[in-house]
């Protein structure tokens, strides 16, 4: 069995760091608008690009924790799809990666179809 002890440090101060970026962009989010109409397109323009990144933010979490969950139950680097194992270079490049390469590319695949 693999050690996976660095890519679990790897995916907790990603996940400290993600932590730490939604917190900003909630309160970026909460701050008051303005009342000139200029200025309140342009915050509004600003809002909607600060609430795609948190909501990529809030994935990208939920696929680290799901990453750190496999790490302890000891099926980290193990394709969810197939049962394959990840290429080690694909795990150092997307740590949080559920699906090996081939997998990720059907789904890829898959998506562009529909």
Same mark, same amino acid.
């Given at each position: ?11 907790? &101060?990603? =996940?400290?760091?993600? *932590?730490? +970026?939604?917190?900003? $962009?909630?309160?970026?989010?909460? @701050?008051?608008?303005?009342k ?28 680290i924790? &799901?990453? =750190?969950?496999?790490? *302890?139950? +000891?099926?980290?680097? $193990?394709?969810?799809?197939?049962? @394959? ?30």
């Amino acid at each position: 069995m693999p050690d996976w002890t660095t890519q679990k440090h790897l995916l907790e &101060a990603r =996940l400290k760091e993600l *932590d730490c +970026n939604l917190h900003k $962009i909630e309160d970026r989010l909460d @701050e008051p608008h303005s009342k000139d109409f200029e200025d309140f397109a342009t915050e509004t323009e600003d809002t909607e690009v600060l609430e795609g990144l948190g909501n990529a933010g809030l994935k990208e979490i939920e696929m680290i924790k &799901a990453a =750190l969950a496999h790490i *302890d139950n +000891n099926c980290y680097g $193990i394709s969810q799809k197939c049962g @394959e194992t990840i290429l080690e270079q694909r795990l150092k490049a997307v740590p949080y990666t559920p699906l090996c390469k081939d997998c990720a590319k059907a789904v890829s695949y898959t998506h562009l179809r529909a």
